[in-house]
Structures are given as structure tokens and as C-alpha cells.
Nanobody
Framework: QVQLVESGGGLVQAGGSLRLSCTAS????????MGWYRQAPGKQRELVAS???????NYADSVKGRFIISRDNAKNTMYLQMNSLKPEDTAVYYC??????????????WGQGTQVTVSS
């Protein structure tokens, strides 16, 4: 019922930039946490960056200083601006949203992923 639609992936040379977008089918203010994950071939999925409804932000050490996460509540969209891209950033990037609950189970939503490939 809840849909997350990603866009912005593609091929880029090392040192280049890309901006990923994730648009939700509901008010993103209703999501307590949104974030970007990535999974490279043969590796586990990892959290890249997250942002809360209160604008609290966290980044993985590997992307600090290079990536910027943001959200536009009016557009129901979350962004990941990726700068100074490295071949190690090559992965499928996934949008994630969580609705937390104390009494009822929390909900966890995922997009289908978008491929980012950085050439050396």
C-alpha cells in the first residue's frame, strides 16, 4: 500500500556527482525515519545515511563529507546528494522508511533500488 519510488542512479566517472531521489505515496512526515542503504556485489547491505522526522541526520563513516541526505516534506521526497564519488560507492542504493510504534509492530518500507556505478 505504501510505495517508495527511487530515481537518479546511473553511470558516472570517479570524482563525479549524482543525486538520488525517493518519492513516497504518503506524507513523509508520517515516517519516523527515512534512510538510504546500499548493497555492493558480494557484500552485505549497509546503511549509508538516515534522517528523522525531526531532521536528525546520521552518515556512515565512508561517506561523511561527501554525501548529503535531505528531505522535502512538501514533495514527499527524500534525496541523497552524492559528491566526489569513488568506485567503492558502486552499489544498488535502496530507499527505506520506518514507522515506529510502541504498542503495535513497527512498519518498514523499501524501494526497489537504483543502480549506481562509478568507473575509475
Amino acid at each position: 500500500q505504501v510505495q517508495l519510488v527511487e530515481s537518479g542512479g546511473g553511470l558516472v566517472q570517479a570524482g563525479g556527482s549524482l543525486r538520488l531521489s525517493c518519492t513516497a505515496s504518503r506524507r513523509i512526515f508520517s515516517f519516523d525515519v527515512m534512510g538510504w542503504y546500499r548493497q555492493a556485489p558480494g557484500k552485505q547491505r549497509e546503511l549509508v545515511a538516515s534522517i528523522t522526522s525531526g531532521e536528525g541526520i546520521n552518515y556512515a563513516d565512508s561517506v561523511k563529507g561527501r554525501f548529503i541526505i535531505s528531505r522535502d516534506n512538501a514533495k514527499n521526497t527524500m534525496y541523497l546528494q552524492m559528491n566526489s564519488l569513488k568506485p567503492e560507492d558502486t552499489a544498488v542504493y535502496y530507499c527505506n522508511a520506518k514507522v515506529l510504534a510502541i504498542i503495535t509492530p513497527s512498519n518498514d518500507y523499501w524501494g526497489q533500488g537504483t543502480q549506481v556505478t562509478v568507473s575509475s
